[in-house]
């Protein structure tokens, strides 16, 4: 049995490069450990993060994430069971902004900047899975 989760944060501080280095090596070394993956997106002010794994390890995390006081307004936009993972091979993949990130979620949005408050748990997911598909195909682009 596995489980999805959705949600989306704001950050507290402004995030400096080195803590967000040190915040992806300890949530994937933990991920690991625990069988997750998932998929981390930030915009200098928003996240929108997946976290997939067993429905009690989802649980967990998400805890210690509205615990968390790097973000607040932590807000729920989807929780699923489901067969089957989207982001298998992330132990927590992150992107920040790009211009290919904006061509694909301002059709989503109401205002020109990225907020993903106004998404709904369809609409995070599916922006998530684009935003997978264009790194993978990047990566492929430029090996
Ligand atoms: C935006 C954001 C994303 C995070 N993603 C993860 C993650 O994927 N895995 C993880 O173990 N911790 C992640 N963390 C850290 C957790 O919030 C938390 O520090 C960790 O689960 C330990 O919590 P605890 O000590 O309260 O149990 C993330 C934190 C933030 C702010």
């Known amino acids: 049995m596995l489980a999805r989760l959705i949600y989306a944060s704001t950050v507290t501080d402004p995030l400096r490069p080195e803590t967000l280095a040190a915040l992806l090596r300890q949530a994937r070394l933990r991920n690991t450990l625990r069988g997750m993956t998932g998929l981390l997106t930030f ?10 794994g067993s429905p009690q390890a989802v649980n967990d995390l998400y805890a210690g994430i509205l615990r968390d006081p790097r973000h607040r307004n932590v807000t729920l936009l989807k929780y699923a069971r ?6 298998p091979d992330w132990q927590m993949g992150f992107l920040s902004s790009s211009a290919a990130h904006r061509a694909l979620y301002a059709p989503m949005m109401t205002g020109p900047t990225f907020d993903p408050y106004v998404l709904d748990g369809e609409q ?8 997978a598909e264009q790194a993978v195909n990047a990566d492929t682009a430029t090996a």
């Open 43 to 52: 915009d200098s002010r928003h996240f929108l993060q997946a976290i997939e």
């Open 82 to 87: 489901i067969q089957s993972r989207l982001f």
């Open 124 to 131: 995070a997911e599916a922006l998530l899975l684009g935003l």
